[in-house]
């Protein structure tokens, strides 16, 4: 007994040693510089790029962003030359699945998406899991929708029957943590139906998130079920609908300011089996949209539908999005800026400005004459820490 008691102790001397040790190295680091220099800067903001920049940065956040010969940068700062490199921030995919997975988190981040927005899973201990997976640095940031919102029996698994209902459970999930609600408007896919949810039941989900400044993401595959989700007052359409879409609705999308999530990909992937149509209506849509002045966020439904998706960076959304006629810019502002707009964390993700959390990706030459080499990161920076490396390798 007295043995292990001993071993008890000692155990928890080291534990308090290891923790004294932990937070002595992330006192050093909050006064940490790096100055990543030389490289042409592509902020996020959707500003043209500026070659020669010095991005200095000072424990996990950006400290200074300014042209290198303008710039002083302290002897104390260990420098990362970066010539002849294109930086951006770090990408967001805005719609996934079962991201609850520390090997997946580390392939996306890996592959340059530093933040992942999971899009509807049983609650459970997700809150939890989550916070866990967070403390590792070489994870992608995991923003959590919790279950899929709807009424008894509709499409979603968090049932809500009358709006005095939804006000308790829209709070009881926000008290368990997620980060922001995701409401099911479906009532068809394929041979599979379900009950439609009524606008008060959208109205009151939507107004009791936002009064806990909790964003609202609308799943909707089809026109006629769009007036719900903006009447309702939703910030992001999940999936770029399918069929018809009239110009007036696309002018009122664009006019609320409403977030648009086209899922190409799980578009192309439905296509394979169901018919090329649907794949290239939503490209028309999408284009359609983007030319009418709407905004668009990147989000593949990556584990949606059972088919392969991109693991890492979301290149076949990307060149997906290019054939709808975005630019280059375009596509990088809805992976980035946008993304952070709509997920809530612009304050501190989304840009490369002085102040943010230095979440940045290098990749060698021009993503806006070569979309593709997007697909390529070669560095990866998460909260000021490089954990990914290949760009001094292949010098
Ligand atoms: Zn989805």
Same mark, same amino acid.
């Given at each position: 007994?007295?043995?292990?008691?001993?071993?008890?102790?000692?155990?928890?001397?080291?534990?308090?040693?290891?923790?004294?040790?932990?937070?002595?190295?992330?006192?050093?680091?909050?006064?940490?510089?790096?100055?990543?220099?030389?490289?042409?800067?592509?902020?996020?903001?959707?500003?043209?790029?500026?070659?020669?920049?010095?991005?200095?940065?000072?424990?996990?956040?950006?400290?200074?962003?300014?042209?290198?010969?303008?710039?002083?940068?302290?002897?104390?700062?260990?420098?990362?030359?970066?010539?002849?490199?294109?930086?951006?921030?770090?990408?967001?995919?805005?719609?996934?699945?079962?991201?609850?997975?520390?090997?997946?988190?580390?392939?996306?981040?890996?592959?340059?998406?530093?933040?992942?927005?999971?899009?509807?899973?049983?609650?459970?201990?997700?809150?939890?899991?989550?916070?866990?997976?967070?403390?590792?640095?070489?994870?992608?940031?995991?923003?959590?929708?919790?279950?899929?919102?709807?009424?008894?029996?509709?499409?979603?698994?968090?049932?809500?029957?009358?709006?005095?209902?939804?006000?308790?459970?829209?709070?009881?999930?926000?008290?368990?943590?997620?980060?922001?609600?995701?409401?099911?408007?479906?009532?068809?896919?394929?041979?599979?139906?379900?009950?439609?949810?009524?606008?008060?039941?959208?109205?009151?989900?939507?107004?009791?998130?936002?009064?806990?400044?909790?964003?609202?993401?609308?799943?909707?595959?089809?026109?006629?079920?769009?007036?719900?989700?903006?009447?309702?007052?939703?910030?992001?359409? !999940?999936?770029?609908?399918?069929?018809?879409?009239?110009?007036?609705?696309?002018?009122?999308?664009?006019?609320?300011?409403?977030?648009?999530?086209?899922?190409?990909?799980?578009?192309?992937?439905?296509?394979?089996?169901?018919?090329?149509?649907?794949?290239?209506?939503?490209?028309?849509?999408?284009?359609?949209?983007?030319?009418?002045?709407?905004?668009?966020?990147?989000?593949?439904?990556?584990?949606?539908?059972?088919?392969?998706?991109?693991?890492?960076?979301?290149?076949?959304?990307?060149?997906?999005?290019?054939?709808?006629?975005?630019?280059?810019?375009?596509?990088?502002?809805?992976?980035?800026?946008?993304?952070?707009?709509?997920?809530?964390?612009?304050?501190?993700?989304?840009?490369?400005?002085?102040?943010?959390?230095?979440?940045?990706?290098?990749?060698?030459?021009?993503?806006?004459?070569?979309?593709?080499?997007?697909? !390529?990161?070669?560095?990866?920076?998460?909260?000021? !820490?490089?954990?990914?490396?290949?760009?001094?390798?292949?010098?």
């Amino acid at each position: 007994m007295a043995t292990k008691k001993r071993i008890q102790n000692s155990f928890i001397i080291l534990l308090a040693v290891f923790y004294i040790l932990a937070s002595q190295q992330l006192f050093a680091d909050q006064d940490n510089l790096t100055a990543f220099i030389n490289a042409v800067l592509i902020d996020g903001t959707g500003a043209e790029p500026v070659p020669k920049m010095a991005i200095l940065v000072k424990g996990i956040r950006i400290f200074k962003v300014g042209h290198v010969s303008d710039m002083t940068i302290p002897l104390s700062a260990s420098r990362v030359d970066l010539k002849g490199a294109t930086i951006l921030p770090g990408f967001f995919n805005s719609h996934v699945h079962a991201a609850h997975d520390e090997r997946k988190l580390k392939r996306w981040s890996r592959g340059g998406v530093t933040t992942v927005k999971e899009m509807g899973n049983a609650l459970g201990s997700h809150t939890g899991l989550r916070d866990r997976l967070l403390k590792d640095n070489r994870n992608a940031r995991l923003i959590i929708a919790g279950p899929i919102v709807s009424n008894p029996g509709g499409y979603g698994t968090w049932h809500v029957s009358s709006p005095k209902d939804a006000k308790e459970k829209i709070n009881d999930l926000i008290d368990k943590g997620v980060d922001f609600i995701k409401i099911g408007i479906e009532d068809r896919q394929g041979l599979k139906s379900w009950p439609l949810i009524n606008g008060k039941l959208v109205n009151a989900i939507v107004e009791t998130a936002h009064s806990r400044g909790k964003s609202v993401s609308c799943h909707v595959t089809r026109s006629k079920h769009l007036v719900l989700a903006l009447d309702g007052g939703t910030n992001s359409l !999940e999936h770029m609908v399918y069929d018809e879409l009239s110009d007036s609705m696309i002018e009122r999308v664009v006019q609320e300011g409403v977030f648009w999530v086209p899922t190409l990909e799980l578009w192309k992937n439905v296509s394979e089996q169901y018919g090329d149509w649907i794949l290239r209506n939503a490209v028309t849509n999408l284009d359609r949209f983007v030319k009418s002045g709407g905004k668009v966020v990147l989000g593949t439904d990556f584990a949606g539908f059972n088919a392969e998706f991109d693991p890492g960076m979301p290149i076949t959304e990307i060149l997906l999005m290019k054939q709808a006629s975005m630019t280059p810019m375009q596509i990088i502002v809805s992976a980035t800026r946008n993304a952070a707009q709509l997920a809530g964390v612009i304050k501190d993700l989304g840009t490369i400005e002085p102040g943010k959390i230095a979440d940045m990706i290098v990749i060698r030459g021009n993503p806006l004459t070569n979309i593709k080499i997007l697909g !390529e990161v070669k560095m990866v920076i998460k909260s000021g !820490e490089i954990i990914k490396n290949e760009f001094l390798d292949d010098l």
